[in-house]
C-alpha cells in the first residue's frame, strides 16, 4: 500500500483556514484604514490648533513692538508739532559738543549712557534749526519712554534721513562714542526699508534676521517711520533677541513633528537641519544653488535644502486659510500659520508614520486576536473532519489500493446511511464493472498495435514527401532571389548599353567625311587652300573642336563601359553569392564602406536620374572594414531601388533622397537609405521584411526578405524608421566593424 501524502482533512483545513485568513486580513485592512483616517484627522486638528496657538503666543513680542512704535511715533509727532520754530540752540549746545573728527556727540561730562540716549551725528552733516529741533525731541522721548521698552526690548533708537541718530542702548553706553566719524546708518536695512520709496503705506516693517556683531546673538529689527507734514523725518526702530524664539522652535514641538521659522522672501530663521554656529547672515531657499561662504549657515545634507525648498513652496502656493498641506511625496503633513508683525511662517511638520504607527499598532492587536482565534477554531474543525472524514475515507484508500493489484473482492463497509454508505456501496459495484471491463480491453488491445503500425508507416512516407516539398520550395526562394538581384543590375546594364548607342550616334563622322574629301580635292594645293580659301581657313579649327569632341565622347564611352563591365561583374557575383547561400564560409575581404556606397549610387544613377530624385550624401570617412563586399553591395542596391519606388508619389521637384554612413556605436557600423516618399503605416513596418510581402502591385516581396537575410548572415540587421504614410521612411544597415565568427553550419 503506497503512502499517503496529504489527507482531505488537512486540505480542508488548509483551505478553510486561508479563505478565514483572508477574511481576517480584510477586516484587519479596514480596521487600519478606518483607524489611520479617524487618527489623521484627529492629529491634522491638533496640528492645526498646535500652529495656531504656537503663533499667537510667538507674535505677541513682535506686536507689541509694532504697537510700542506707534506710541512713539504718535508722541514724537505732538513734540515736533509743540516745538513749532522755536530755537533749540542753546540747549542743542549744553548736551551735545563737536569733536575735532568732525561728528557731533553727547558732552562726555554730562552723559551717562546707561541711564539716558546717546546722540551721533555724523561727519560732514550740519545740523540745521529743523535737525536740532528733531533730535532734542527724539532725545526727551527716548529719555522718557526708552528705560520703560527695555524690559522686552534690548534697545530703542531713532535715525534721521541725515545719517544722525539717537539711541538709547544701556548694555552698550559708549556706542555712539565708539563708532567712526563717518559711520552711516542710511544703508542699513532697518532705515532704508521706512523710506516712502520702499513703504509707500508708511507702517511697520521688518528686517532680515542678523547677528550683533559684539554678542554674537541672531537679531531683527522693526522700524516705522515718522513723517510731518508729508516729509520723512525720522525712522523709529526696536532691536529683537530671536535666540528664544529660535530655541523654541528648534526644541519645543509636538511629539515626532519638528518646526520650521522662514519668510516669505525665503530667508530661513529656524530649522533643525540648519547649523547657524559661526554664521553672520541669513540662509535664504530661493538664493541659486551652489557653494556658500562661512557667512551662510549651512545644511546638513543637500535632501534637506531640496526637502524644505519643497515644503517652501507648498506653503506660498497653498490656497487662502488652508492652514494643512499634505505632501505625500514626503510623508508629511505641514500645518502653517503666519505670525502678526514680521508676517513670518510658522511650519510644523508632521510625518505620516507618526499617525500611520499609531493605528498600526491597533491593527496588530485585531490581527493578533483573529489569528488566534483562526487558531483555534481550526483544532476544534481538525478533530471533527478526522473523526467523521478522514478514517471512512482511508479505508476506500485502502480499497482502491487493492483493486489497482488486481484484486476486485471487496468487502466494505456499507452499513452508514450517509454520503459515505453510497460511496462505499457505488464502489463495490464499480470493482466489478472494471473486472469485466478489463477483460474486454485485452481483447482491443490485440488488434489495437496492428494498426499502430500501419499508421507509422503512413506518417514515414508523408514526412518524406513533406522534406522533399520544402527542399523545393527553398530552391524556388533561392532562384527569385537571384532573378530579382539580377534583374536591379541588368536595368543597370541596359541604361549604360542605350546611353553609349546614343553617344555614338551624335558623332560627326559625316562631317570628318567631307572635310577629308575636300582636302583631297585640294591635295596639290592644300597649303595654300588651308591658308587663303575660305572653306579652307574652317578645316583646321573644325578638325580642333572635332577631336576635343571625340575625346570626350570617347571619355564618356569609356565610363559606361566601364559601368558595363562593373554591373556585369557583380551580377556574376550576385550568382555565385547566392550558390554559396546556404551558411557556407564567408569569402572576407577589406571594404571601403563609402566607396560602396557610390558603387550602389552608380548602379542606379540611371534610374535616380529618369525619375528626377536628388541624392545626398553624409558619408563619414571610416577605415576599411572586413566583410562581404558583394552582398552589402545587393543590399544597398536593393534598398536605393526600393527608395527610388517610394518617390514616384512625389512630386518631381521634392523627390529626395539621403544616404548617410557613420560609426554607431562600438563596433558598429551604420548605413542609412532615407527617402521622403510614401512612407510605411506602422501595422506594416512589422510585416515589410517577411517572405512575399509586398505594397507594389508588380513587387514580388523577396528583396527586403533576402536584404534582411543577408544582413543577419553578415553579424548585422536590417531595419526601418517612418512616422507613418507620407512622411517618407529610413531603412537601416547595422553591421559590425569586426566580422562575428560563424558557427558551424549543422547536417541533417
Not at 488548509?14 to 487618527?39: D, E, P, Q, W
Not at 544722525?164 to 562714542?177: D, N, Q
Not at 453510497?422 to 481483447?443: D, P, T
Not at 526600393?642 to 529626395?656: F, G, H, S, T
Request: charged share 20%.
Amino acid at each position: 500500500m503506497s503512502r499517503i501524502h496529504s489527507s482531505l482533512a488537512r486540505s480542508t483545513l488548509i483551505k478553510m483556514g486561508v479563505r478565514i485568513a483572508v477574511i481576517i486580513a480584510l477586516s484587519t485592512l479596514f480596521s487600519y484604514l478606518h483607524m489611520f483616517n479617524s487618527l489623521r484627522a484627529e492629529a491634522l486638528v491638533r496640528l492645526e490648533g498646535h500652529v495656531s496657538e504656537r503663533s499667537q503666543r510667538e507674535q505677541a513680542i513682535f506686536v507689541l513692538a509694532e504697537d510700542n512704535q506707534r506710541l512713539l511715533r504718535q508722541v514724537l509727532t505732538e513734540r515736533l508739532q509743540g516745538l513749532g520754530q522755536e530755537d533749540p540752540g542753546a540747549r542743542f549746545d549744553s548736551l551735545f559738543q563737536p569733536l575735532p573728527d568732525g561728528s557731533i556727540r553727547d558732552r562726555p561730562e554730562r552723559f551717562d549712557g546707561t541711564k539716558m540716549p546717546c546722540v551721533f551725528i555724523p561727519k560732514g552733516v550740519q545740523p540745521d534749526a529743523a535737525l536740532r529741533r528733531t533730535i532734542l525731541a527724539s532725545y526727551d522721548v527716548l529719555s522718557q519712554y526708552g528705560p520703560a521698552f527695555l524690559v522686552r526690548f534690548k534697545n530703542t533708537y531713532i535715525t534721521f534721513p541725515s545719517g544722525a541718530f539717537v539711541s538709547f542702548w544701556p548694555e552698550k553706553p559708549a556706542f555712539c562714542h565708539e563708532v567712526e566719524a563717518t559711520f552711516s546708518v542710511l544703508p542699513f536695512e532697518l532705515f532704508s526699508l521706512s523710506t516712502p520709496e520702499h513703504n509707500a503705506r508708511r507702517q511697520p516693517v521688518w528686517t532680515g534676521i542678523f547677528v550683533e556683531p559684539t554678542a554674537k546673538l541672531w537679531m531683527v529689527s522693526a522700524s516705522t517711520p515718522v513723517d510731518v507734514d508729508g516729509r520723512h523725518v525720522a525712522t523709529i526702530s526696536h532691536d529683537i533677541l530671536l535666540e528664544e524664539l529660535m530655541d523654541r522652535t528648534l526644541h519645543n514641538q509636538l511629539p515626532g513633528a519638528y518646526n520650521i521659522l522662514f519668510r516669505d522672501d525665503g530667508q530661513v530663521i529656524a530649522h533643525p537641519a540648519l547649523n547657524m554656529e559661526g554664521a553672520t547672515e541669513g540662509y535664504n531657499i530661493l538664493r541659486p544653488p551652489g557653494p556658500r561662504g562661512d557667512a551662510t549657515p549651512k545644511f546638513s545634507s543637500e535632501e534637506e535644502q531640496v526637502h524644505l525648498k519643497n515644503i517652501f513652496d507648498r506653503v506660498k502656493n497653498r490656497a487662502p486659510r488652508e492652514n494643512v498641506q499634505e505632501i505625500p511625496e514626503q510623508g508629511e503633513y505641514a500645518a502653517i500659520s503666519v505670525i502678526r508683525g514680521p508676517g513670518w511662517n510658522f511650519v510644523t511638520v508632521l510625518p505620516e508614520h507618526q499617525v500611520t504607527s499609531a493605528a498600526f499598532q491597533a491593527a496588530r492587536y485585531v490581527l493578533l486576536f483573529g489569528v488566534l482565534s483562526l487558531l483555534l477554531e481550526l483544532a476544534i474543525m481538525y478533530w471533527v473532519l478526522r473523526a467523521q472524514i478522514t478514517r471512512p475515507l482511508l479505508s476506500l484508500t485502502q480499497a482502491t489500493t487493492t483493486v489497482a493489484s488486481g484484486d476486485f473482492k471487496l468487502q466494505m463497509d456499507t452499513s452508514r446511511e450517509d454520503e459515505l454508505g453510497q460511496l462505499a456501496q457505488g464502489f463495490q459495484l464499480m470493482a466489478a464493472e472494471v473486472q469485466r471491463r478489463e477483460e474486454a480491453l485485452k481483447q482491443a488491445n490485440e488488434g489495437l498495435e496492428l494498426r499502430v503500425e500501419e499508421r507509422t508507416l503512413e506518417l514515414k512516407q508523408l514526412h518524406r514527401k513533406l522534406l522533399d516539398t520544402a527542399r523545393q520550395v527553398g530552391r524556388a526562394e533561392v532562384a527569385t532571389n537571384v532573378l530579382h538581384n539580377v534583374g536591379n543590375v541588368l536595368n543597370s546594364v541596359t541604361t549604360a548599353a542605350m546611353l553609349a548607342r546614343q553617344r555614338l550616334t551624335g558623332l560627326k563622322f559625316d562631317r570628318l567625311s567631307r572635310v577629308v574629301s575636300l582636302c583631297e580635292q585640294h591635295q596639290a594645293d592644300l597649303a595654300t587652300f588651308l591658308t587663303q580659301d575660305k572653306r579652307g581657313q574652317n578645316v583646321l579649327p573644325f578638325l580642333s573642336r572635332l577631336g576635343k569632341h571625340m575625346q570626350d565622347e570617347g571619355q564618356a564611352l569609356q565610363v559606361l563601359m566601364g559601368d558595363v563591365s562593373r554591373h556585369t561583374e557583380h551580377i556574376g557575383a550576385i550568382v555565385k553569392l547566392q550558390q554559396r547561400y546556404a551558411r557556407t564560409p564567408q569569402l572576407l575581404e577589406p571594404v571601403n564602406l563609402q566607396e560602396l556606397v557610390e558603387d550602389a549610387l552608380r548602379i542606379n544613377l540611371a534610374a535616380l536620374g529618369r525619375h528626377a530624385v536628388k541624392v545626398e550624401r553624409s558619408l563619414e570617412p571610416l577605415p576599411p572594414v572586413l566583410t562581404e563586399k558583394h552582398k552589402v553591395l545587393m543590399i544597398l542596391v536593393n534598398l536605393i531601388s526600393n527608395a527610388k519606388y517610394a518617390l514616384e508619389a512625389v512630386p518631381q521637384d521634392e523627390r529626395r533622397m539621403t544616404l548617410k554612413l557613420a560609426r554607431s556605436s562600438a563596433g558598429h557600423i551604420r548605413i542609412e537609405v532615407q527617402d521622403n516618399g510614401i512612407g510605411i503605416a506602422p501595422d506594416m513596418q512589422t510585416r515589410i521584411f517577411q517572405y512575399g510581402f509586398t505594397t507594389r502591385e508588380e513587387g514580388h516581396g523577396f528583396g527586403l526578405h533576402s536584404s534582411a537575410l543577408a544582413a543577419q548572415e553578415l553579424g548585422g540587421s536590417l531595419s526601418v524608421q517612418s512616422e507613418g504614410v507620407g512622411q517618407g521612411a529610413a531603412f537601416i544597415l547595422d553591421l559590425p566593424a569586426a566580422p562575428q565568427r560563424e558557427s558551424e553550419p549543422t547536417h541533417g
